[in-house]
């Protein structure tokens, strides 16, 4: 079966980083579009960025544009999160999901527990 399984978040000051990673399983995780969506406390989901399965077009929600790079590694079935010049207003719970097709303008499918990123002021 497909599992998500993100790692990464803590508690960092503002100004600081901090990398996510989602580890992928029970699909062929080189053939399917990824991305990163995030829920802040009391918040709706937001979606934070998308990247195509071969890893060679990203895009990104303009509240990070410029500070997290989203990667991926598909020898490693690994997604990954740069998040760099953090700010309080992205202390979310940060989910990995799985799109539907190669590219990232259709439906995610599946979605990973979710990693706590907490950013103090």
């Known amino acids: 079966q497909v599992q998500l399984v993100e790692s990464g978040g803590g508690l960092v000051q503002a100004g600081g980083s901090l990398r996510l990673s989602c580890a992928a399983s029970g699909f062929t995780f080189g053939n399917y579009a990824m991305s990163w969506v995030r829920q802040a406390p009391g918040k709706g989901l937001e979606w934070v960025s998308g990247?195509?399965?071969?890893?060679?077009?990203?895009s990104y929600a303009d509240s990070v544009k410029g500070r997290f790079t989203i990667s991926r590694d598909n020898a490693k079935n690994t997604l990954y999160l740069q998040m760099n010049s953090l700010k309080p207003e992205d202390t979310a719970v940060y989910y990995c999901?799985?799109?539907?097709?190669?590219?990232?303008?259709?439906?995610?499918?599946?979605w990973g527990q979710g990693t706590l990123v907490t950013v103090s002021s």
């Open positions: 990247i195509d399965s071969g890893g060679g077009s990203t």
């Open positions: 999901a799985k799109y539907m097709s190669s590219w990232y303008n259709y439906g995610m499918d599946y």
